[in-house]
């Protein structure tokens, strides 16, 4: 028995298979022939010869089973098909033709405590920044969660208020300059407590002020000398009871206080410009100061150039971040307030315990 054959198709009929999407060479060439109006001015353009470029487009007409372009004898013109691809495509291609290396370098990643970034950090970097060279995304956080991103390389590296040494990974720390808090408040307050005012007459004053403060544990405000020291003198059974603004961000803690709100304790890098202008004052300058030593952190590893260049300027800078008065024109200063305090008030007189 004779197999029948399959019925031919008719040549002149049959179409190519339509590929699945038009290739990205095919559409380039399409946006450069729509853009020049000619077949060899856009192959000279992509350097491509032009039966190349001729091929892409009748891909593309095939593909899309429709004219892109009528072709006279002075060069090509868009359909309104052609019109409609061109204005779907061509931004893009012209997005990955202005496409470079440097174009894909991201930002330098820095991150630490906002107020610290602000007030010292940035302003120091400022110089640096370029569009063609250093370019600087801020990452704020505390040095858990900073350390964190730097597990997981989502930053370059960070301002640490603390050491931290993570099991899984190395970091490198770099002394940047120790930072000081003060007590500080406005005229008003520098009147109730003068320069050179001795403990006790401070103390008393305080213990009436209304505090500003960062958190609800009080950490720095606990942690000045003079407030550690008489902390229960000052504060009683209930110190939060005193705390008349909470609020995680030492600039508003700074605007508060020139405003009026009450005293605070700030780092001195946040009060320093307040200070020179007779805004705000240190309301007492304690002999043993207390300092927090700050960190650059990074991973132990070579570093990009950028990054290096970060490094190097923050090491050299940052020393010189803190001013502060010589350490034996305070105690004097003191002195000769305590004297003359002295011989006026009985709360300075020697008391027997009767």
């Given amino acids: 028995m004779a197999t029948a054959n399959p019925p031919q198709q008719d040549p002149e009929n049959e179409k190519p298979d339509r590929p699945a999407r038009p290739k990205l060479a095919h559409l380039r060439s399409f946006v450069y022939l729509a853009r020049l109006g000619s077949m060899t001015a856009a192959a000279e353009e992509l350097g491509m010869s032009q039966p190349t470029m001729s091929d892409h487009i009748d891909q593309l007409e095939r593909g899309f089973e ?65 569009p063609d060279d250093i370019r600087i995304q801020i990452q704020p956080g505390i040095a858990e969660e900073l350390l964190e991103h730097l597990r ?14 993570p099991l899984d990974i190395k970091v490198t720390y770099h002394r940047l300059f120790r930072e000081e808090y003060v007590l500080v408040g406005n005229a008003t307050w520098r009147k109730r407590i003068p320069p050179g005012a001795s403990e006790q007459e401070a103390v008393r004053v305080l213990a009436e002020a209304p505090f500003l403060a960062f958190d609800t544990d009080l950490p720095l405000i606990r942690d000045h000398p003079l407030i550690a ?66 960190y650059l952190a990074h991973r132990d590893e070579p570093q990009s150039e950028a990054v290096q260049r970060i490094i190097d300027e923050l090491r050299r800078r940052a ?31 020697q008391h027997d315990g009767k």
């Avoid at 989502?154 to 040494?165: N, S, V």
């Fill in 66 to 130: 429709d004219r892109l372009f009528t072709r006279g004898p002075t060069g090509v013109n868009l359909t309104a098909s052609g019109e409609a691809l061109c204005r779907t495509i061509e931004h893009s291609v012209n997005q990955l033709d202005n496409l470079t290396f440097r174009s894909l370098a991201r930002p330098l990643i820095l991150g630490g405590p906002p107020d610290l970034l602000g007030e010292r950090v940035l302003p120091t970097l400022a110089p640096l920044l370029s």
């Fill in 152 to 165: 997981h390389r989502t930053i370059d590296l960070f301002i640490a208020t603390r050491r931290l040494h």
């Fill in 229 to 294: 020291e008489h902390e229960v003198a000052i504060f009683g059974a209930h110190p939060l009871a005193r705390v008349t603004l909470i609020m995680p961000n030492f600039g508003a803690l700074r605007n508060a206080a020139i405003a009026g709100g009450g005293v605070t304790v700030v780092p001195r890098y946040v009060a320093e410009g307040a200070i020179k202008a007779k805004q705000l004052y240190e309301l007492y300058e304690p002999q043993d100061r207390h300092f927090n030593q700050i």
């Fill in 319 to 349: 020393p010189h971040w803190e001013t502060r008065r010589p350490k034996a024109t305070m105690a004097a200063a003191r002195a000769q307030h305590s004297r003359t305090a002295s011989a006026k008030s009985p709360f300075y007189e």
